[in-house]
């Protein structure tokens, strides 16, 4: 038996494709020999380029940044905080993050999070939500604030 090459269709909004395997290779569906699957769900990554994600401290506020090269497609942003890596993180942006960047040109981006204590490590994902509502997170990174900092920088 031939092993056929795997041909996706009909993409939709949600990450619903109907996969195609084409028996006999020749780029064609034919219902009496190909096999077609419309249950599989496929995560196709969002079409951002992110140059950096970072966190910096300071007393009582941490500050996140995250600077694109490029944005297709690109809606929104979410921020996500956890107290350990592998715990759950919550949403911290009230609204949407707008999206600022093009195809051809990014953008740096800046949330203040005041509502963190002292000596306390946190975690952040950023989610980027792209036109169709698909998304990717990325992360994490993480950070903790302290009550005093060293004046020689």
């Known amino acids: ?7 996706w269709l ?3 909004q949600s990450g619903n494709y ?6 006999d290779g020749d780029g064609y569906y034919y219902a009496d020999k190909d096999f077609l699957d419309t249950t599989l769900e496929v ?5 951002i380029s992110l140059l950096s994600f970072d966190a910096i401290s300071s007393y009582r ?9 490029s ?6 942003f979410n921020l996500y905080r956890s107290e350990s890596e592998d715990g759950e993180y919550v949403k911290i942006n009230g609204v949407l993050i707008p999206a600022e960047g093009s195809p051809t040109q990014g953008a740096t981006y800046q949330f203040i999070d005041e509502n963190v204590k002292n000596r306390t490590t946190y975690y952040y994902k950023l989610e980027d939500v792209d036109l169709n509502g698909t998304s990717t997170m990325h992360g994490p990174v993480s ?9 020689e920088r």
């Open 43 to 47: 995560s196709i990554p969002t079409l």
């Open 10 to 12: 009909n993409p939709s």
């Open 18 to 23: 109907d996969i195609v395997i084409d028996v």
């Open 1 to 7: 038996m031939t092993v056929g090459t795997p041909v």
């Open 61 to 69: 506020s941490i500050t996140i940044m995250g600077t694109t090269a």
């Open 143 to 151: 950070v903790t604030p302290r009550a005093i900092y060293s004046l």
């Open 71 to 76: 944005e297709i497609d690109n809606a929104s």
